[in-house]
């Protein structure tokens, strides 16, 4: 398992409703997405079994998080085991694995994003580098969209957390995965980070190469229909590794920062990642940073907690996953949001109209 480091303008054609800003009670009625991570399928190597090395939800994690209310599931996977070659086809056992789970969330009612769980590497290479240039990044997504393309209830999250790729090698790489996605028709809302781990405290730090915020806004969508994601956490360093949240202030705070840097550019953001332990400043912070969300709904598209899962050890500070004594501390932060359900479909349509 790896431990999580810190943290659109989204346009459906006439479907998609103004957002406006209000109670916290009627601002998360406005966010589209109000999920949990559910961890598992993105573990072990290439080449590992099935229920030992890696697994995908089971039904009854499936089962309760759909029964506390969450509307939508970012799904973690591994690259290198849905293709197992660069320009080669997708693997068609772990595609047929993906496909079988995603129709299992999609059943229960969940929106579900596709989430390649790789950190902008292949195999040890990195994305935009000799080994793994951007063009095998999009041959990818092509081959991905292709299976999912104008599916209800898909979206495309481009890569999880890159971290190392300079931020305008990083944009090319992703707006060539976009062309590629729309290239075969595909219309699906995609999520595109940044890179640093794509945090939100940091979306406007330049560190020596150039800030997400600036460069990010030359990502290219011929039909406008993303929205950036970011990841934040609250602990000593932002990484979501440690039990205490000494920084929720920074966290809550770096939200309302970048909500103001996406109205200014007329963006829309989502929150892929944030969590904490059962302690209560951590309790409290997610509390906050929900209700900065909510408030912020006119940009925000909603979150989805990290993590829940299958093979989450009990001691995880921010699993979410029941326990024999019942349900974990942190749903009572994050439940409150989840009622009433979000407006849909029409103010949060994933394909937009041909209008």
């Known amino acids: 398992m790896q431990m999580k480091k810190p943290g659109p303008r989204l346009v459906v054609g006439s479907l998609l409703l103004a957002l406006t800003a209000g109670s916290a009670q009627a601002g998360n009625a406005d966010l589209c997405f109000r999920g949990v991570n559910l961890s598992g399928a993105e573990y072990g190597e290439a080449d590992g079994k099935e229920g030992i090395n890696f697994t995908y939800p089971s039904q009854q994690t499936v089962h309760y998080f759909a029964g506390k209310g969450f509307d939508a599931v970012r799904l973690p996977f591994k690259w290198e085991r849905l293709q197992q070659a660069l320009g080669a086809p997708l693997d068609p056992v772990e595609l047929e694995r993906l496909k079988t789970s995603v129709a299992g969330l999609r059943e229960k009612g969940f929106t579900v994003i596709l989430d390649p769980h790789n950190f902008g590497y292949y195999s040890g290479g990195k994305i935009g580098s000799a080994q793994v240039p951007a063009r095998q990044f999009a041959q990818f997504w092509i081959r991905l969209a292709a299976e999912f393309a104008n599916q209800d209830g898909i979206v495309f999250g481009l890569m ?108 829309r953001a989502f929150l892929g990642e944030f969590g904490g332990s059962e302690e209560p400043d951590c309790l409290a912070g997610l509390k906050r940073m929900t209700g900065q969300m909510a408030e912020d709904s006119d940009v925000w598209l909603g979150w989805t907690y990290w993590a829940g899962g299958d093979w989450w050890p009990e001691g995880e500070g921010n699993n979410i996953k029941p326990t024999a004594r019942g349900d974990r501390k942190q749903l009572s932060s994050l439940v409150p949001n989840l009622s009433p359900a979000a407006p849909k479909p029409g103010s949060c349509a994933i394909i937009p109209s041909q209008g």
């Not at 979306?203 to 997400?212: M, V």
């Not at 609250?234 to 705070?253: P, Q, Y």
Request: include cysteine; charged fraction near 25%; glycine fraction near 8%.
């Open 160 to 267: 999880n957390e890159p971290y190392d790729i300079d931020p305008k090698d990083w944009l090319d790489a992703a707006n060539q995965a976009i062309a590629g996605i729309r290239a075969v028709k595909a219309r699906n809302l995609i999520l595109v980070p940044g890179t640093y781990w794509s945090g939100v405290s940091s979306w406007e730090t330049d560190f020596g190469k150039g800030a997400n915020g600036p460069v990010m806004l030359g990502v290219r969508d011929p039909i406008d229909n993303y929205g950036f994601e970011v990841h934040q956490y609250m602990d000593e360093d932002l990484s979501g590794t440690h039990r205490a949240c000494v920084n929720a202030d920074i966290a809550v705070n770096a939200i309302a920062k970048l909500s103001d840097w996406l109205r200014s550019h007329d963006k």
